[in-house]
Each structure stands twice: as structure tokens, then as C-alpha cells.
């Protein structure tokens, strides 16, 4: 009951992140045990998905300054919509490569 409950929150935490994009652009694509997926469908927006990680919606879900960080995360969103293809939560970490470039990886970070 208590792993159901999670779920739920979870769900409904990523369904009123994604609210703030216009009605009807947005659909569930797949909820799975690792993220929630959406598909946006739209001509205006560039963004084409959604990948909410479900491990931290829920430490969002446990943090104190939830509300503050869910209320960044929509305007994340929102900025993303017209010039990213996708939007990920959390956003992927840059790795430097296996040759222990760590300056010239912070450098190929930075120019983006």
C-alpha cells in the first residue's frame, strides 16, 4: 500500500510539473520503474519529451524546499520548451573522458 501511495505521488508530482506547458500538447508516453515519460506534440515548442527520473521526484517529493524547487524546475521547463529537443530531471552529468582531461572537459562544458 505504502509503495502504491509513492507511485501516486510521484505521478502526481510530474503531472502538475508538466501542466505548466499549453493544454493539449503534453500526453503520458510510459511510466516505468526507473522515470515517467511524456511526448509533446506540438509545432510552436521545439521540445519533443519529457523524462521525469522517478528516484528524484521523490527526493524532491522529501525535501524541505520542495515547493521552491518544483516552482524552478516549471520555469526550467518552460525556458527549455522552445530551445531543447528534450527535458531531463535531473539533468545528465558531464563525465570526463577515460584520459583524465578534467580541465579540458570543463572547458567543452563551459562553451555550450
Known sequence: MK???K???ETRLADEIVRVLPD???RLCSADREA???AVRSRE???RSVVLR???LRRLLQDQDSI???EYLKRDLLRSAESAGEFTYPRPRV???ADGDLAGAFARTAAC
Open 36 to 38: 515517467i515519460r511524456f
Open 3 to 5: 509503495a502504491a501511495t
Open 95 to 97: 563525465v570526463p573522458k
Open 45 to 47: 515548442l521545439k521540445l
Open 54 to 56: 522517478r528516484a528524484a
Open 24 to 26: 493539449g500538447v503534453i
Open 68 to 70: 521552491v524547487k518544483i
Open 7 to 9: 507511485t501516486m505521488d
